[in-house]
């Protein structure tokens, strides 16, 4: 009994470590776009500001969840391509950002 109590406070005692996203800075483009669409959606990050080269310890910037394609998004939400900075493109067309449309995104000329 004695055994199960110890395990029981060692297992609650120790929190889980979150996991960081894969930070696109430390892949090159062809690697990011393969992630997503192996996967359908992927969590990413990558710096704020104007990337210059990667690093290891990278400054906290942005984390958002990636798509392959459209059927990965919600019923009412649109795809839309974004760019995001990789090791080796500053705008690297990973894959689609899910949202609702906008009032003018129906606005066409």
């Known amino acids: 009994m004695r055994r199960f109590a110890f395990a ?3 297992t609650i005692a120790v929190p889980a470590g979150a996991q960081a996203p894969p930070s696109t800075m430390r892949m090159a483009c062809a ?9 359908g959606s992927a ?3 990558w710096p704020a500001g104007k990337p210059e080269k990667p690093s290891r310890i990278e400054p906290p910037g942005w984390t958002e969840r ?4 459209r059927s990965q998004c919600g019923m009412t939400e649109i795809a839309e391509l974004r760019f995001v900075p ?8 990973v894959g689609y950002r ?12």
């Open 66 to 69: 990636f798509v392959s394609d």
């Open 86 to 93: 990789t090791r080796d493109n500053l705008e690297c067309p």
């Open 31 to 39: 690697d990011a776009m393969a992630l997503v669409k192996r996967d």
């Open 98 to 109: 899910c949202r609702e449309p906008d009032y003018g995104d129906w606005d066409w000329p």
């Open 8 to 10: 029981v406070c060692v």
């Open 43 to 45: 969590v990413l990050s």
